[in-house]
Nanobody, 121 residues
Framework: QVQLVESGGGLAQAGSSLRVSCVASGRILRVNDWEWYRQTPGKEREWVARRPTRGIETYAPSVRGRFTISRDDNAKNTMYLQMNNLQPEDTGVYFC??????????????WGPGIQVTVSS
């Protein structure tokens, strides 16, 4: 059974840093196009960053220059979002999203359950 699980969220002060991680587990052949989204109560889920299998990383304007999405070179099914200079508006539940090709079946999209990040002013 393929799944994504986030970790590393929590409480931070404005101006500080946090790193959230996402691990894909199960019988996986390949993980394509990692992405991070976030959501705050009463708002739609917002795209944050994307790391494609090929090509360059892209970011939402609100986080560009502060956040970095990367993959662990030693654990290929692990993805990170390094968040620097956090601001209160970065508060939300952060979701990992990826297209995964499992050992059986066609590629499909998966979501993690989400992890809370709270930034205080």
């Amino acid at each position: 059974q393929v799944q994504l699980v986030e970790s590393g969220g929590g409480l931070a002060q404005a101006g500080s840093s946090l790193r959230v991680s996402c691990v894909a587990s199960g019988r996986i052949l390949r993980v394509n196009d990692w992405e991070w989204y976030r959501q705050t109560p009463g708002k739609e889920r917002e795209w944050v960053a994307r790391r494609p299998t090929r090509g360059i990383e892209t970011y939402a304007p609100s986080v560009r220059g502060r956040f970095t999405i990367s993959r662990d070179d030693n654990a290929k099914n692990t993805m990170y979002l390094q968040m620097n200079n956090l601001q209160p508006e970065d508060t939300g539940v952060y979701f990992c999203h990826a297209e995964i090709r499992a050992v059986t079946g066609l590629p499909r999209e998966y979501w993690g359950p989400g992890i809370q990040v709270t930034v205080s002013s």
